[in-house]
C-alpha cells in the first residue's frame, strides 16, 4: 500500500490525511481546499459526482472516507469496483451493512467503522473480554466533551453534527439478559463519576459496531453509552421528540451547531468494564483514560479529532504491514490492542495508557 486517498477534509480528515501522509503518498479530496497549507496533493471537485469520484481514485491503493454518514456508501461502491481498500469512521449501522454485503466478494480490506466509538472502544473492549474463560457483563462508555462547559446543554459540536444525531435518534443494538434486541436511544440513563466528577451515560446507536454479533450467546450484557455533562440528556429528548426535531435532521443541525460551535478545549474520555470468570474466579477488568488536545506537526489538535485519526490511521497502517488481513471486512473487535498501539499513529493513544 502507497497510495491512499482521503475523502472529506473537514476537522477530522485534514488530520487523517495529515497523518498518513507521514507514511503514505496522500491525495486528498473535498469540494474546496482547507484553508491551511495541507502537506499533501488536494484534488477539488463534488463528492457526490460518481464519476469523479472514481476517477480520483484509480491508481490508488485504499481510500479513507472520512464524510458524513450518509455520503459513505458511493466511496465504498467506488472501492469495491476498483478493487481498493476501504475505511472509513462512520457510526451508522444501514451503512455497515451494506459495506459488509460488499466485503464478501471485494478484492481489499473493507474495514468501516474505524473511528473513536466504533473504532477504538471496541478495541479496547475486545481487550478486556479476550481475558475471561466466561462473560457475564461488558459495558462500554465514551463521551467527546468541552472541558469547561457551560449552559444547560453542556456541550460543544466538536465533530460532526449529522453523526451526533444519527446516534441520538437511531436504535441501539445491545444485549440485554443474554438476549440481542434493540433498544431506544437516549435511554438508560445512568450517573457515572470520573475523578470526583459527576457524569452521565444514556444508550446512543452504533457505538457497538459488529461486537453485539460476536459475543451474541456468550455475555448475559453488552451496551454502549454516551458520556455527557448532567442535563444534556434530558434537553435532547425535549429537542427531538417534544418539539420534534427528529423529524428535520438538517434543521437539527445547523440549531445545535449554531448554538453549540466547538471548542479548542477539549476532552474523550474512554471507559470499558468487563465482568465474568477467569477459570473459577469472578472478577472485574477495567479500562479508563482522559485524553486532551495535543501539538502534531506544529498544530494543536483537539482531543476528539486526533483520537478519531489516529484510531483510522492506525489501522491502515496495520492492513499496510500486513498484521490485519488485506481481504474482506474486518471487525474492530477483531483488531489487536497491542498491535494497534505499536504502530505509528496508535503510538499516540500509548503515551496515555494507564
Known sequence: MKNIAVVGLGKVGSLVATLLSENFTVTGIDQRKPADTMPFY?????????????????????????????????????????????????????????????????????????GLAPGFIGIVGANLYNRFTQLR??????????????????????????????????????????????VSSL??????????????????????????????GKVDTLNYKTIRYPGHCQLMKFFL????????????????????????????????????????????????????????QGKEWRAISWTTAASVAAVVEMVSNGSLPGQGFIKQEDIPLEAFLQTRHGSLYAQYQP
Not at 467506488?78 to 472509513?88: C, K, R, S, V
Not at 465514551?142 to 466538536?158: C, D, E, I, R, W
Open 42 to 114: 488536494i484534488a477539488t471537485g463534488s463528492v457526490t459526482d460518481a464519476a469523479f469520484i472514481k476517477q480520483t481514485l484509480t491508481g490508488k491503493d485504499a481510500v479513507v472516507s472520512c464524510l458524513p454518514y450518509s455520503l459513505n456508501l458511493p466511496i465504498a461502491q467506488a472501492a469495491f469496483e476498483l478493487g481498493i481498500h476501504y475505511f472509513d469512521l462512520t457510526e451508522d449501522v444501514p451503512t455497515t451493512a451494506a459495506i459488509r454485503e460488499m466485503a464478501k466478494t471485494s478484492k481489499g480490506a473493507m474495514v468501516p467503522q474505524c
Open 137 to 182: 457483563d461488558v459495558e462500554l462508555r465514551v463521551g467527546a466533551l468541552p472541558k469547561y462547559p457551560n449552559g444547560q446543554m453542556a456541550y460543544s459540536f466538536t465533530w460532526s453534527p449529522a453523526g451526533v444525531i444519527n446516534e441520538y435518534i437511531n436504535d441501539a443494538e445491545v444485549i440485554h439478559n443474554g438476549v440481542r434486541k434493540m
Open 187 to 216: 435511554d438508560g440513563l445512568e450517573m457515572i463519576n470520573i475523578e470526583g466528577r459527576d457524569f452521565e451515560a444514556f444508550t446512543t446507536s452504533g457505538g457497538l459496531g459488529t461486537m453485539c454479533e460476536t459475543l451474541e
Open 241 to 296: 421528540y417534544e418539539l420534534l426535531m427528529k423529524n428535520d435532521r438538517e434543521l437539527s443541525e445547523k440549531i445545535l451547531t449554531e448554538a453549540k460551535p466547538p471548542v479548542r478545549e477539549d476532552v474523550v474520555y474512554v471507559y470499558a468494564v468487563v465482568e465474568g470468570w477467569q477459570g473459577d474466579s469472578l472478577a472485574r477488568e477495567e479500562f479508563y483514560n482522559a485524553y486532551h488536545p495535543i501539538t502534531i
